[in-house]
DNA sequence: AAATCGGGGAG
DNA sequence: CTCCCAGATTT
């Protein structure tokens, strides 16, 4: 009975029934406002923007507002939002549409997407949801819809997967109510069409839904690749001495575990006791070896290998270098420990 | 503990 | 071009 819909219509049959009209920057939307919620929605979901939007708002009602103020307190009132770039460049940008547009928003697709911090998706958003242009967006929500709807496989990021995705969007834009189609298709993706649990009974469109009709859910859309992790290894020398404390020295203040506290390291070329002898100043003999382990960060994994040494004749002067102390593991005071050091640690309490 | 999100910038 | 990043939140 309904078979002939197309895929607009019955989101927008949908959308008129369910969908979200009264979020704030649906009031009055202009481009500013608009523009304005979609930067902040781009990082954050609409519950937590909702109050930053309204505070934001009253103190920069407009965009010469905006242009005026300072950066700080543009940062200010977008604390706790993150990705602080995105408040520089909605800055900037103001003073673009001032100095440039004479504080009126472009009206176009490419003018819009010179402004900074807008790409393609968010340029159409603010085209369609302000002014009602037929323009197609293709943000995260509307990608994982698609990507289900019409069964496309591959990860979005990929630039044949975005062709494609783009091509969609445009094929099934509405051009008779642009403005409702796309806002529907940000509502169904954050709603019902969520990355986790689907709720696709209540999809609008799950008649002709291609993951739904192969139970291909949760496989769409792809995950980005899982990039081969790099791995990396150390030897992390655990020099206790008579009084039964540990050698920790601070490292240094950029990479991994900066500024935290850890075992010296021995670098792969260089015999342990040697190493403690010549570099740290410490006559230390290997007792043993305890169990090494694997410690996985964002983009690469670490083998520490650990061995336990004991100093020899009352050595527990250390020459100079970068800040160290004997750590009394059993009285742990307020220093920073990376999570591996805090395990080799509690390791050797536990089993001395 | 891992994945995420649209655009900018580096390589 | 292609790759990588931000950074708080969600799962």
Redesign the pocket.
């Known amino acids: 009975m309904t078979a002939h819909l197309s895929f607009s219509e019955r989101l927008l049959a949908w959308f008129d029934r369910h969908g979200r009209k009264d979020l704030p920057w649906q009031q009055s939307a202009t481009p500013y406002r608009v523009w304005v919620s979609?930067?902040m929605?781009?990082?954050?979901?609409v519950?937590?923007v909702i109050s930053y939007y309204q505070r934001f708002m009253a103190r920069f009602p407009d965009v010469r507002a905006l242009a005026s103020a300072e950066l700080d307190e543009v940062l200010h009132l977008w604390?706790?939002?993150?990705?602080?770039?995105?408040a520089r460049?909605l800055h900037a940008?103001a003073q673009h549409v001032c100095s440039v547009y004479d504080g009126v928003f472009p009206t176009d697709l490419e003018a819009m997407?010179t402004?900074?911090?807008?790409?393609?998706?968010?340029?159409?958003?603010i085209l369609s949801l302000a002014s009602g242009v037929a323009e197609p967006i293709?943000?995260?929500?509307?990608?994982?819809v698609f990507a289900r709807h019409a069964g496309i496989d591959g990860?979005?990021?990929?630039?044949a997967v975005q062709r494609r995705l783009w091509a969609l969007a445009e094929t099934r834009m509405s051009t008779t109510r642009p403005g409702p189609y796309n806002q529907a298709l940000m509502d169904l993706g954050a709603t019902l069409c969520?990355?986790?649990?689907p709720r696709c009974e209540q999809c609008p469109v799950r008649g002709d839904c291609v993951a739904r009709l192969g139970a291909r859910q949760s496989e769409l859309?792809t995950?980005?690749p899982?990039?081969v992790q790099p791995l990396r290894s150390t030897t992390m020398l655990l020099v206790e001495n008579a009084e039964g404390r540990i050698l920790l020295e601070q490292r240094l203040p950029v990479g991994i575990w900066g500024g935290l506290w850890a075992p010296p390291e021995c670098p792969p070329d260089w015999e342990p006791t040697a190493f403690c002898h010549e570099r740290l100043g410490v006559v230390a003999a290997v007792i043993r070896e305890l169990p090494g382990f694997r410690h996985?960060?964002?983009?690469f994994q670490l083998d520490i290998r650990a061995l336990h040494l004991r100093t020899q004749g009352g050595s527990d002067r250390v020459m100079e270098g970068p800040e160290r102390v004997w750590y009394n593991s059993r009285l742990p005071d307020a220093r920073g420990l990376a999570?591996p050091v805090q395990r080799l640690l509690a390791s050797l309490r536990d089993e001395p």
Do not use: C, M
Not at 138 to 144: A, I, P, Q
Not at 155 to 159: A, L
């Open positions: 979609e930067i929605l781009q990082q954050t979901q519950s937590t604390s706790g939002l993150g990705y602080y770039a995105r460049h940008a997407q402004l900074p911090g807008v790409g393609r998706s968010t340029a159409a958003a293709l943000d995260g929500n509307v990608k994982r990860w979005p990021g990929d630039v969520t990355r986790a649990q859309p995950p980005r899982r990039r996985t960060f964002s983009h999570a």
